[in-house]
């Protein structure tokens, strides 16, 4: 079975939820992983979609999100320490992982709430992928291609041109690719990239470099883990610095990338020098391999990940 073929997690999004209410949920739903089917992750990052929120009732910003907000119909629970009646759902303070108003309880109610409201229409096909996979695709082919999703063209790569054409800003862009659920859509073969770029020009979308377009596929779409174009048993190095002028990214990743630059590093020591998370180095690495920067202690350079038709 391949990683896109395996069951996603349910995502919870939570508002107004402490920090360290929110730290055990993390932990709890960690240990219930493989009791809980299917199972459920908090929404960290930008692009995870939430099949339910949790939102906590015991104070008045909560009170006003819950009557004000509204989440397009996405399954509302209630966080509080007495039961809310206005809430078809209340998970208990303090939170415990089974019996009544539980989290096994709640999140196991709402999940079948959701697949009976899930409409048959929205069942994915054969071609369905995530839209990392179809934007890979397009990078690698060698002709232009558009990447077209239901609601219409996402953006346009033009290879040849090492350039891509997108209305979309990069924070729009980093929400659809980290977005690991399956959509519909597919890559589309473009006939005549001059006639389609004046015709962008005139509304206003100029080219950007495809590197960036790259960049930002490795950096979100792993969520933390390798894309399987280096093994995290293997210290790996850069063969050069990368352009950040013209790449998004964070100020730790100058700190990485000098290490890097300087002697090779497994992902682990990485995020230990750097005082991150591994998957935030893992999550570098992967972007630094998808613009064919990252390579081997040994020398070889390492290839971005193939894309399977």
């Not at 104070?59 to 009557?67: D, R, Y």
């Not at 890559?187 to 005549?192: G, K, L, N, S």
């Not at 893992?282 to 040994?298: K, M, Q, S, V």
Request: neutral net charge; hydrophobic residues 40%; charged residues 20%.
């Amino acid at each position: 079975m391949s990683s896109e073929d395996k069951p996603l997690p349910l995502v919870l999004s939570l508002v107004n939820v402490g920090a360290d209410e929110e730290r055990y949920l993390r932990s709890l739903l960690a240990l219930l992983k493989t009791y809980l089917e299917p199972s459920w992750c908090i929404a960290a990052r930008l692009g995870d979609l939430p099949d339910a929120v949790l939102v906590d009732m015991d104070s008045k910003e909560g009170h006003q999100v819950w009557e004000n907000v509204n989440f397009g119909g996405t399954p509302r629970i209630a966080l509080s320490r007495d039961q809310v009646l206005a809430a078809e759902w209340t998970l208990l303070k303090p939170i415990r992982p089974g019996g009544p108003h539980s989290l096994t309880e709640v999140l196991t109610a709402v999940a079948g709430k959701l697949q009976l409201s899930a409409p048959a229409s929205s069942t994915p096909t054969y071609n369905w992928r995530p839209f990392a996979s179809m934007v890979r695709r397009a990078c690698q082919q060698p002709y232009p291609s558009d990447v077209m999703l239901a609601t219409g063209s996402a953006l346009v790569v033009d290879p040849k041109g090492q350039v891509f054409y997108s209305s979309r800003t990069t924070d729009e862009l980093t929400a659809l690719l980290r977005n690991r659920r399956r959509i519909d859509g597919k890559v589309v073969d473009v006939p005549d990239t001059r006639k389609l770029a004046a015709r962008l020009a005139r509304w206003g979308i100029r080219p950007r470099p495809l590197e960036e377009l790259l960049w930002l596929t490795g950096l979100v779409s792993g969520a933390g883990e390798s894309l399987g174009t280096w093994d995290p048993r293997e210290p790996v190095r850069l063969k050069r610095w990368p352009d950040f002028a013209s790449l998004p990214h964070r100020q730790v990743h100058l700190k990485m990338a000098a290490i890097l630059s300087d002697h090779g590093s497994l992902a682990s020591e990485l995020a230990v020098a750097c005082e991150v998370a591994t998957g935030d180095a893992a999550d570098f690495l992967n972007a630094c391999a998808e613009i064919g920067i990252l390579e081997t202690r040994a020398g070889s350079a390492i290839q971005p990940p193939q894309q399977t038709h």
